[in-house]
């Protein structure tokens, strides 16, 4: 039995690190596992300017523990709008510090109330992607509320994102946190434009953990966990070694009382055991071998960015994952709270 992983040090291509006191609270969690992370822009207010991503990634960069500052690069990312101009996406490209632009349909999700209400008031700025390189980061999900919320992800690649790889067919697209069979064979049968990120909580979970004795509200995240056979796809794409699927968390806090309540938040937080959350995943499906070139070279590779060059260690050695973790005034449930994880990282 392996007892020991060694690999270079990964990335994290979809992460939530909010901002302020709750930001200082959970950006240890990521920091001290990953080398970069692209940093998802749906703030209140979204960051929808290079200006304010460059603000961001100061207060990010100012929040680091002093222990870990110069060990962790935040790569940014822009809210798309109905309304972003070309020339800001000029000035991203120019930038050196934006790395990519996030397509939120208007009230698919957490803060997308700003987001995209018709993809075609967008052209003018994808075509401006297209040409600069620039990737576009989609939440793969239509807000029709006549589609059933289950099928909102199978449903979006038919109307939107099949037509929009034909329409921008340079445009280079990460489809963010996938979670169903069809996706995974839409990211296969795509060309190398085409990208995707997989989460350890939809690789841990199938729609049964929202319910297994009750209701379970920190296991809701957006898109919502699905049918086991679709995880099981998701697990087949992330062990494959292909290529276009790598490791982004999309860990996402929020406090309890966000939650635990009669309309509870969308969202997930892992960040305080994702590499060894993975690397559990890997280990059940008899693929530690495929670990390294899924968190570690992939996205960086897609990203046109280069491999880190340093590593890490893990070893089997079970502990336990606290309760609760503090989030600015109040806590946050982490995924596994109270439970085991079999992989610990080596400080
Ligand atoms: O579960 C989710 N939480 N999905 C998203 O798309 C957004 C995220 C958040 O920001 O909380
Ligand atoms: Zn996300």
């Known amino acids: ?7 270079t040090r990964p990335d994290d291509w979809h992460l939530h690190l909010r901002d302020g006191k709750q930001m200082r609270n959970v950006l ?59 020339a800001e996406i000029k000035r991203a490209k120019e930038s050196g510090i934006v790395h990519a632009v996030k397509l939120y349909p208007a009230g698919a999700t957490t803060h997308s109330d ?41 449903v979006f690649i038919e109307r939107v994102l ?48 929202l319910f297994s004795g009750g209701i ?20 087949e794409s992330a062990t494959s070694g292909h290529s276009r699927f790598f490791l982004g968390t999309d860990s996402a806090p929020h406090p309890v009382s966000g939650k635990e309540s009669a309309c509870g938040c969308a969202g997930i937080y892992t960040a305080h055991a994702a590499i060894e959350l993975y690397a559990e995943v890997f280990e059940q499906a008899g693929a530690l071998d495929k670990l390294e070139a899924f968190a570690s070279f992939h996205g960086a590779d897609f990203y046109h960015l280069p491999r880190n ?15 609760r973790l503090t989030f600015g ?6 995924l596994r709270a109270g439970e085991r994880v079999c992989w610990k990282k080596l400080t």
């Not at 039995?1 to 690999?7: C, E």
């Not at 069979?181 to 690789?203: G, M, P, Q, W």
């Not at 379970?216 to 697990?235: D, F, G, N, S, W």
């Not at 060059?309 to 309760?323: A, G, Y």
């Open 329 to 334: 005034d109040e806590f946050l449930i982490p």
């Open 309 to 323: 060059i340093d590593r890490i260690t893990l070893v089997k050695e079970s502990w336990s994952v606290p309760e």
């Open 1 to 7: 039995m392996q007892t020991t992983i060694m690999l």
């Open 114 to 154: 700003a987001g995209v209400t018709d993809i075609a008031r967008c052209f003018s700025a994808l075509d401006r992607m297209e040409q600069l390189g620039i990737p576009l980061l989609v939440h793969g999900e239509v807000t029709d509320s006549m589609v059933d919320v289950f099928d909102r992800e199978k």
């Open 216 to 235: 379970r509200p920190h296991h809701y995240c957006l898109p919502v966990l699905k049918r086991e056979t679709h995880r099981q796809a998701l697990i």
């Open 162 to 209: 099949q037509p929009l790889t034909q329409r921008f067919p340079g445009l280079r697209i990460v489809f963010e946190h996938i979670t169903t069979r069809d996706a995974v064979e839409f990211v296969r049968a795509a060309s190398e434009n085409i990208a995707a990120t997989v989460t350890v909580h939809h690789l841990l979970l199938n729609r049964n953990a």
């Open 28 to 86: 240890p969690d990521t920091a001290r596992q990953f080398s970069r992370a692209i940093i998802m822009p749906n703030l209140r207010p979204p960051i929808v300017t290079v200006e304010m991503a460059a603000a961001y990634r100061a207060r990010i960069l100012a929040a680091l523990p002093v222990s870990l500052q110069g060990q962790f690069e935040p790569l940014m990312t822009l809210y798309l709008t109905d309304d972003t101009p070309p």
